[in-house]
């Protein structure tokens, strides 16, 4: 297997041609502490290991993020540079928004336009 270029944020959007052009979510602090709040809770859904990403990975964490909008991933990926690099590439790839990263862990968040189940408070 050939090695991973985490350099390019958008490798893996060709991979994604039914997920329509939505803009980055930008939260708010308090919108972000009251997501921390509830991923909490939360277990990792979606596990990166060592292969890093690939289109079966970003495609099961787009279909997480329409069915629960707030997703816990792991990610067992090299060092912390390494590790943040696969982490924004996989919130670019599915046009999300990290809402918190401790260790290996990140909670990511994608609102969805169809179906909300999450009620963000007011800026």
């Given at each position: ?11 893996f959007?060709p ?23 509830l991923?909490?809770e ?29 997703v ?9 540079k ?7 590439e ?9 809402v ?18 999450i ?5």
């Amino acid at each position: 297997m050939g090695s991973h270029d985490c350099g390019s944020t958008n490798s893996f959007l060709p991979f994604l041609p039914f997920l329509p052009f939505l803009p980055l979510p930008m939260l708010s602090d308090t919108q972000r502490k009251y997501l921390r709040r509830l991923g909490h809770e939360l277990n990792p859904v979606v596990l990166i290991g060592n292969s890093g990403l690939g289109p079966n990975l970003v495609a099961e964490m787009d279909g997480a993020l329409a069915h629960h909008e707030l997703v816990k991933v792991r990610a067992r990926v090299g060092d912390r540079k390494t590790r943040d690099t696969v982490l924004a590439e996989l919130a670019a790839s599915t046009r999300s928004e990290i809402v918190q990263r401790i260790g290996y862990v990140a909670l990511f968040y994608r609102a969805n336009p169809e179906q909300t189940k999450i009620l963000l408070p007011d800026a």
